[in-house]
C-alpha cells in the first residue's frame, strides 16, 4: 500500500517507521531540508513542501492510496521565546486541508483520508455534563477554531469510496517527550489552561496504531483518541510534579475546557491501549 504522511516531526516520523517496517511504501513531508536524511531511513520519498502548497499536495497525492494528516505548525521565535503564530497556525491545518481538497476535486485517487485534530477542538462542549462523538463542539478561541475548520474541509470531501476518519486526540506524550520533561519547564509557572478538565493523554504509539486500526477497518467519521487516565489536568499533572520533587503547575483556568470526555468509541471499535495509565512514556512501545 502507498501512503503520504504530512507532517513527520514526531507522530507522523513515528507512523512513517512503523508503516515503512510493515512492508508499505511510505511517502513523508517535511518543511525542513535539514530534516530529508533523517527522515529519509523511515521512507521510500521525502519531499520538502509546506501542506498549503497546492501544486506540491497534487504531486503528493499521485497514486498514493492513503493520505495521514499529523500536522502540525505555527512556532515562531520571539525576543528568544517560542510563540504561536496565529496565521502561520491556522496555514498548517486550514492550508492543508484546502490544498487536500483541491487536489482531490481535481482528480486525485485517495482511498482514504486520516486526520489527527485534537480534543480541543471541542472547547466548552456548550457544557455538556459528557461528552462523546455526537456532542457539538464550542470553540473557544482561533486555535480551536482552526481544528473545526479544518475537519469540516477534510469531513466535506468523504464519500463511500474515500472515507474520511478523524481522531480528536489528547495530549501525546512518548520517547522525547516525557512528562516530567514537558513539566519540569511548567513547574511552579502560571498556564492559561483549565486545570480541572480531563486529562485527555494518549502516548504516540497508540496514535500510530490507532491509524493503523483505522487504514485496516477502514474508519470513516469522528473519533476521540485518548486513555484511561480518568483524573483531571490539575490531578494527573500535580502527581507527575510529586513524583519529580517539582513545584506544581498553577492552572489559570482562563478558558473552560471539556470534561467527562468518552472513549468508548474507539474502544468499541478494537483499540487496545498500550499505554492505558501513561505509565510508559519513555518507551517505545511498537518496536
Known sequence: MKIAIVGAAYTGFAAAKHFKKLGHTITVTT???????????????????????????????EEQ???VLTVAGGMVEKDGKTVMDADLYRDAYVGTAESVVEAI????????????????????????ASIDEEVTANPL????????????LLSDIANEDMPVCIFRTGTIHGPGREWKN??????????????????????RDDVVQAIDLAIEKKFSGLFNLFNEVSSSKSEFFAQVCDENGYEHVQWLNLSPGPKNVSNEKIKANGLRFLDPDAKRDSENLLD
Open 141 to 152: 478561541n482561533p486555535f480551536q477554531e482552526v481544528y473545526i475548520e479544518t475537519e469540516n
Open 182 to 203: 514537558q513539566l519540569k519547564m511548567m513547574a511552579g509557572q502560571p498556564i492559561p489552561f483549565d486545570g480541572s478538565s480531563d486529562a485527555m493523554i494518549i502516548h
Open 31 to 61: 518543511t525542513k531540508e535539514s530534516r530529508v536524511e533523517e527522515l529519509g531511513a523511515v521512507s521510500d520519498q521525502v519531499m520538502v513542501m509546506v501542506g498549503s502548497d497546492r501544486e506540491k499536495m497534487a504531486t503528493l497525492l
Open 105 to 128: 476535486n481535481s482528480g486525485a485517487k485517495v482511498k482514504q483520508i486520516i486526520f489527527t485534530s485534537s480534543l480541543n477542538a471541542y472547547g466548552d462542549a456548550h457544557g455538556e
Open 65 to 67: 492510496d492513503i493520505l
